[in-house]
C-alpha cells in the first residue's frame, strides 16, 4: 500500500488523503486532472477496461461495464452465486452497518420521481419473470431462521411488539389495501360477477369507532358484501393444513362479519373449494 505520493508538479511527498487538498490548493488544477496524466503515480486509477479513458474504477461508465462484462462473459449471463458466496456478502454487510448511521441512505427519503421509478421497474420485472417465491416452500432450517431475524428485529409477538393494543388509522388500512392486487380466486368470483353484468365495488372499507375494515366484494346498489376465503388461510374444509395463526384470521372474520351487519350490510362467505366445484354457488348465495 502507497503511504505517500510525491506531486510531479512540485516534487513533494504528501499522504493519500492529502495529496487531492495539495493538488487543488497549490497547483490550481483539479484531482481528476492531475490524475488523467499521472494515473501511474496513483492508487485505484487506470484505463478503462471498455474505451481506455482513465478513471478510478475498472470501468468509467455503466455502458462500459456492461459492454466489457458481455464480453468477458462472451454474451452470457453471471453464473449464479454460491451459498458460500451469498453468506460471505450478508456476512460483510451486516458487519458494515452494524453502526445504523453508516447507511447511505440513513436519515433520507427518495424522491417520489425515483420511487415512481423503482416501483415501475419492479412491477415490469414482476410481470415478465413472476416472483421468485411462487411455487417454492421453504425448509423447516428457513421457516427458523426467519422468525429468528423478525425477533431480533423486534417484530415480536405479545407486548412486544411495536403494534401491541394499536391499530392502523382508517386511512394507513385504506392506503395499505389500495396497493392489493386481486389474487386468483377473487379474480374468478370477479370474472364471474362480470360474466352476469353485476356491479361491485372491489375493497370495500367500513369504519366504526376508529376500527377499519376492508371487504372484498360490495355489490352496487345492494347491502350486500361478498367475502372470498381461501381454505388454507380460513380454515376451511378443502384442505387438510391450515395456516398456523388460523384462528386470529377466523376471529378477525367473526369481527368483521359483526361490524358489517352493526353497520346494515349482509355478509355472504364463498368458499375456495366451494368456486373450484362450482363456481355458480355465487348465484345461489345471491338469490
Known amino acids: 500500500m502507497i503511504d505517500k505520493i510525491k506531486c510531479r508538479l512540485c516534487d513533494d ?8 487538498m495539495h493538488i487543488t490548493r497549490k497547483h490550481n488544477i483539479t484531482y481528476q486532472e492531475y490524475a488523467i496524466k499521472y494515473w501511474k503515480d496513483l492508487p485505484k486509477w487506470s484505463p478503462c477496461k471498455n474505451c481506455g479513458t482513465i478513471c478510478k474504477d475498472t470501468y468509467c461508465s455503466m455502458e462500459c461495464f456492461k459492454v466489457g462484462q458481455s464480453k468477458t462473459l462472451k454474451g452470457g449471463k453471471m453464473p449464479p452465486r454460491t451459498k458460500e458466496h451469498r453468506k460471505k456478502i450478508s456476512e460483510a454487510a451486516k458487519e458494515r452497518l452494524k ?3 453508516k447507511h447511505p441512505m440513513y436519515g433520507k427519503k427518495h424522491k417520489k420521481s425515483s420511487i415512481e421509478k423503482m416501483s415501475t421497474s419492479q412491477s415490469e420485472f414482476l410481470k415478465e419473470n413472476g416472483h421468485w417465491a411462487i411455487g417454492k416452500t421453504f425448509s423447516a432450517e428457513s421457516r427458523a431462521q426467519m422468525s429468528k431475524t423478525r425477533i431480533e428485529r423486534g417484530y415480536s409477538k405479545g ?8 391499530t392502523h388509522t382508517p386511512e394507513a388500512i385504506k392506503k395499505i ?3 392489493k392486487p386481486m389474487n386468483k380466486l377473487e379474480k374468478k368470483v370477479a370474472d364471474y360477477l362480470d360474466s352476469k353484468n353485476i356491479k361491485y365495488t372491489f375493497q370495500f372499507f367500513i369504519n366504526d369507532n376508529g376500527v377499519c375494515k376492508s371487504y372484498d366484494f360490495k355489490l352496487k346498489n345492494s347491502n350486500i358484501i361478498i367475502e372470498v376465503h381461501g381454505d388454507y388461510w380460513h380454515g376451511g374444509i378443502g384442505v387438510k393444513k391450515h395456516h ?17 351487519k352493526n353497520n346494515g350490510y349482509e355478509v355472504k362467505v364463498v368458499w375456495e373449494h366451494d368456486i373450484n366445484n362450482d363456481i355458480e354457488i355465487i348465484e345461489n348465495l345471491l338469490s
Do not use: P, R, W
Open 13 to 20: 511527498s504528501h499522504g493519500i488523503k492529502q495529496f487531492g
Open 99 to 101: 453502526d445504523k448511521t
Open 159 to 166: 407486548e412486544n411488539n411495536a403494534m401491541f393494543g394499536k
Open 177 to 179: 389495501f389500495s396497493h
Open 244 to 260: 398456523f395463526d388460523v384462528k386470529s384470521t377466523i376471529q378477525n372474520d367473526m369481527l368483521k362479519q359483526g361490524m358489517a
